[in-house]
């Protein structure tokens, strides 16, 4: 949290050490002029002096350019260091991802630098000891591996935090698990080692995107099980080939069902169903509920 508190304004982190479980705490909502607001235990809130208010009149109001200081401290004030995660539309720091709005630079049809920074969304990661264990029960297969499995949930159902675990879980079975971690937010590395736990037997890549991490699993770590995050329509290509070459995978993509997935655009080019045998979905609410489906579309 240390990491957290040197980002925002000195306001914010009173009120979060006194009056706020910071276990709870996942996400804060910085736009200029704005209330902020808060992912907290679940719900979004505001924050205010008192604590959290569901009045955004009692809130607190960020200044003009709070998103441009917060982004500042982020870098070390030399935006330079992060052009290329900015362009991504985040930055990653001891484990926290900053989602960064602002005004595109382009530079001959590309974007090329992203200023006038208008919002921060600060996702603080934790983990969850446990909460993938209605999923792992489901994934192992009876001969030894693990099924490939894909985990799909809309925006902030908690898809993350469950694939963490997963990995916790299956590296503490035994299998060597190659984990990209692209966005610096599955184990949070600092230091040369990851600060969330992911398991004994887990090898993580940060920062780099899963084409070159799928390639690198096959050349030269031999892998068990491929782990990764948030699959875009074009992944599937690098998700077939680690299949292909004996490497379970395991993976997550936003959707709201099996359905809405299996309906998605970006994923018309191949079935999925060619490539996962095991499908988890996340429901959202506050009452989060689970269903694993079998290749098939069948629950299981």
């Given at each position: 949290?240390?990491?957290?508190?040197?980002?925002?304004?000195?306001?914010?982190?009173?009120?979060?050490?006194?009056?706020?479980?910071?276990?709870?705490?996942?996400?804060?909502?910085?736009?200029?002029?704005?209330?902020?607001?808060?992912?907290?235990?679940?719900?979004?809130?505001?924050?205010?002096?008192?604590?959290?208010?569901?009045?955004?009149?009692?809130?607190?109001?960020?200044?003009?350019?709070?998103?441009?200081?917060?982004?500042?401290?982020?870098?070390?004030?030399?935006?330079?260091?992060?052009?290329?995660?900015?362009?991504?539309?985040?930055?990653?720091?001891?484990?926290?991802?900053?989602?960064?709005?602002?005004?595109?630079?382009?530079?001959?049809?590309?974007?090329?630098?992203?200023?006038?920074?208008?919002?921060?969304?600060?996702?603080?990661?934790?983990?969850?000891?446990?909460?993938?264990?209605?999923?792992?029960?489901?994934?192992?297969?009876?001969?030894?591996?693990?099924?490939?499995?894909?985990?799909?949930?809309?925006?902030?159902?908690?898809?993350?935090?469950?694939?963490?675990?997963?990995?916790?879980?299956?590296?503490?079975r035994g299998f060597n698990v190659l984990l990209c971690d692209e966005k610096y937010e599955l184990?949070?590395?600092?230091?040369?080692?990851?600060?969330?736990?992911?398991?004994?037997?887990?090898?993580?890549?940060?920062?780099?995107?899963?084409?070159?991490?799928?390639?690198?699993?096959?050349?030269?770590?031999?892998?068990?099980?491929v782990m990764t995050d948030e699959l875009t329509g074009g992944d599937g290509e690098y998700m077939?080939?680690?299949?292909?070459?004996?490497?379970?995978?395991?993976?997550?993509?936003?959707?709201?069902?099996?359905?809405?997935?299996?309906?998605?655009?970006?994923?018309?080019?191949?079935?999925?169903?060619?490539?996962?045998?095991?499908?988890?979905?996340?429901?959202?609410?506050?009452?989060?509920?689970?269903?694993?489906?079998?290749?098939?579309?069948?629950?299981?």
């Amino acid at each position: 949290m240390e990491e957290l508190y040197r980002l925002i304004p000195d306001e914010y982190v009173g009120v979060i050490r006194s009056r706020l479980d910071a276990e709870r705490l996942y996400e804060i909502r910085i736009r200029n002029r704005m209330p902020v607001r808060v992912g907290y235990g679940g719900e979004y809130r505001y924050l205010s002096s008192h604590g959290l208010t569901d009045d955004r009149r009692d809130a607190f109001v960020a200044g003009a350019r709070e998103a441009e200081n917060i982004v500042m401290r982020a870098c070390g004030r030399s935006l330079y260091t992060v052009t290329e995660t900015l362009k991504r539309g985040y930055i990653a720091i001891g484990g926290i991802r900053l989602g960064v709005c602002g005004s595109g630079v382009s530079a001959g049809g590309v974007l090329s630098a992203v200023k006038d920074f208008t919002a921060v969304n600060i996702r603080i990661p934790h983990a969850v000891t446990g909460c993938a264990v209605p999923i792992a029960g489901r994934i192992f297969d009876p001969n030894g591996g693990v099924f490939n499995t894909l985990i799909i949930s809309p925006p902030g159902a908690g898809k993350t935090t469950v694939l963490r675990d997963l990995c916790r879980i299956i590296s503490d079975r035994g299998f060597n698990v190659l984990l990209c971690d692209e966005k610096y937010e599955l184990a949070s590395v600092g230091g040369g080692a990851p600060a969330l736990d992911v398991g004994c037997c887990t090898d993580v890549v940060s920062g780099i995107d899963k084409r070159t991490v799928t390639e690198m699993a096959i050349a030269h770590m031999r892998p068990d099980v491929v782990m990764t995050d948030e699959l875009t329509g074009g992944d599937g290509e690098y998700m077939r080939r680690a299949v292909h070459c004996g490497i379970a995978v395991v993976a997550t993509v936003h959707a709201r069902d099996l359905g809405d997935f299996l309906s998605k655009p970006e994923f018309m080019n191949y079935d999925p169903r060619n490539i996962f045998s095991r499908f988890a979905v996340i429901s959202a609410g506050l009452r989060r509920t689970v269903t694993v489906f079998d290749g098939e579309g069948v629950p299981i």
